[in-house]
């Protein structure tokens, strides 16, 4: 669970850099309501596994915002 929430952040970077602010929300929010729903009927370690894709998928739409904000505060330093 640590390798997949580590390989979040570098991933929600170039995510955001190809596609955009807009469709990184979309894509990641419904990956992440569709993670979360499924670890509901899951087994109990495929529980686990989709629950915790489904919370880094949700941080993922967060970040976006705060990866957005810094991008701009680098550029006007």
């Known amino acids: 669970m640590f390798l997949l929430i ?3 952040h570098p991933l929600v970077v170039k995510a955001e850099y190809c ?3 807009r469709k990184l929300k979309l894509i990641f929010g419904f990956i992440s309501t569709a993670s979360i729903i499924m670890s509901l009927f899951a087994d109990v370690l495929l529980s686990i596994f989709l629950g915790c894709l489904g919370f880094s998928c949700l941080w ?3 970040e976006a915002d705060k990866q ?3 991008r701009i505060e680098r550029k006007q330093i």
């Open 68 to 70: 957005e904000k810094r």
């Open 6 to 8: 580590g390989l979040f």
């Open 19 to 21: 596609l955009g602010k």
């Open 60 to 62: 993922a739409v967060f």
